[in-house]
């Protein structure tokens, strides 16, 4: 029996993507601390001279802001100041009070990721897509076949650059798990390569955090037991780890700690479904905010419809996500009688859901997501035509 031929993995992860994007948009703020994350309150302000036709603009800092929005992600220069993802806005604002704070453009960064992974396929098409900001690459048949690894990943480097004016970080690696961790060890603009003799020198000494699904409880586990580094993890029996984590994730975290991996690059998978959500600065009343609730409500019906337009797909199943002031979160399913992507349709249909929720208690998040998932053209013939008697209709009775 032939042995397995050794893998070469990229992990590719685009360097503080969102941000990068508005910098994009707005050069002048290079170098400066910027946050991503704010309202619609904090789009920049825009004036154009009469006289010599240039555009200045001003933009809202985080000095004075008041409410729970949280930063989604940060430049590093923001970073350097104690800013990170999931910090939220007000503390942010105590630290860094003159950071500046941009609102977050979805549909910016969708373009974005798109560009991005066309990029690499037109260099090597066997990815994984990971979300919106990074994927994984199979190299293993191209980097043979042309001058190596590091030339390849170089090559998609480059190709990411030119056709986004992005950065992004790779780590090449003989398997998944230590391809993510290379990717981020020279961040930003960073290109790793890590071989297996690599792995007691720049793996081990890292936190055991680092390895991707040792969260913070499993962390504060295994530091109580003395448990810090990969290296600490490394070392524990096999035994100990079973019998104190379990026999699944005892066991894996043992291959883990010693960079053992045996996932393939998944190049296909049928999403399950397809939702958007957002969360309100300040908590809504379906009564005295029914204008507001109504107009974000289609917002996203319509944001879940071009979502699925874009990417091929239509559904039977209109759920329903409604988060109260006390954080409890509900849910409501309809199942229609034909696959959908029309907005109208999906708006009718979460409507309905709607309808099956207490409304007293004011909101703070709402989402809106479609599933039962077929392929469109599998579904062309069995699709409706969208009722209009519900166009208008009023939501937040």
């Not at 499993?218 to 035994?239: K, Q, V, W, Y």
């Not at 329903?320 to 002031?325: M, P, V």
């Not at 859901?353 to 409304?359: E, G, K, N, T």
Request: charged share 30%; aromatic share 6%; net charge positive.
């Amino acid at each position: 029996m032939e042995s397995a031929q050794p893998r070469t993995i990229a992990h590719l992860d685009m360097d503080a993507f969102y941000a990068s994007v508005e910098l994009l948009r707005y050069p002048e703020l290079r170098g400066k601390p910027v946050v991503i994350g704010g309202g619609r309150r904090h789009q920049p302000n825009e004036y154009v001279d009469p006289v010599t036709h240039e555009t200045t603009r001003s933009f809202a800092t985080l000095r004075g802001y008041a409410g729970r929005g949280v930063i989604t992600t940060a430049t590093y220069e923001a970073r350097a100041l104690g800013l990170h993802s999931a910090m939220g806005m007000m503390k942010a604002a105590a630290i860094a009070p003159d950071a500046i704070v941009l609102p977050l453009d979805f549909d910016a960064y969708r373009h974005y990721s798109r560009l991005f992974k066309d990029a690499v396929r037109g260099i090597a098409p066997q990815i994984e897509d990971r979300g919106i900001d990074e994927i994984y690459i199979d190299l293993t048949v191209a980097a043979r076949a042309d001058a190596g690894a590091r030339e390849l990943a170089k090559a998609i480097k480059d190709a990411v650059r030119a056709a986004t004016g992005l950065a992004c970080s790779i780590g090449v690696a003989s398997n998944k798990l230590l391809a993510k961790i290379a990717s981020d060890l020279d961040k930003p603009d960073g290109l790793t390569l890590l071989s297996d003799a690599d792995l007691e020198r720049r793996i081990w000494p890292l936190p055991a955090r680092r390895i991707n699904g040792i969260g913070p409880k499993s962390a504060a586990r295994l530091a109580a037991f003395g448990i810090h580094t990969i290296g600490d993890l490394a070392r524990a029996e096999r035994l100990f780890l079973v019998t104190h984590f379990g026999r699944a994730h005892g066991e894996w975290m043992h291959e883990a700690a010693h960079g053992r991996d045996e996932r393939r690059v998944v190049t296909h998978s049928e999403p399950q479904s397809i939702s958007r959500e957002t969360t309100f600065e300040r908590d809504l009343s379906a009564r005295r905010d029914r204008e507001q609730l109504s107009s974000i409500f289609t917002e996203l019906c319509a944001g879940v419809s071009d979502d699925l337009q874009r990417k091929g797909y239509a559904g039977k199943t209109i759920g329903l996500k409604l988060r109260y002031d006390n954080f409890a979160t509900v849910t409501r399913d309809q199942t229609i009688a034909a696959p959908t992507q029309d907005a109208l349709v999906i708006r009718r249909a979460a409507g309905e859901c709607l309808r099956r929720v207490d409304l007293e208690r004011r909101i703070r998040l709402i989402g809106v997501r479609v599933g039962g998932l077929v392929r469109a053209d599998e579904a062309a013939s069995m699709l409706r035509e969208p009722d209009p008697r519900s166009a208008t209709a009023s939501l937040f009775d």
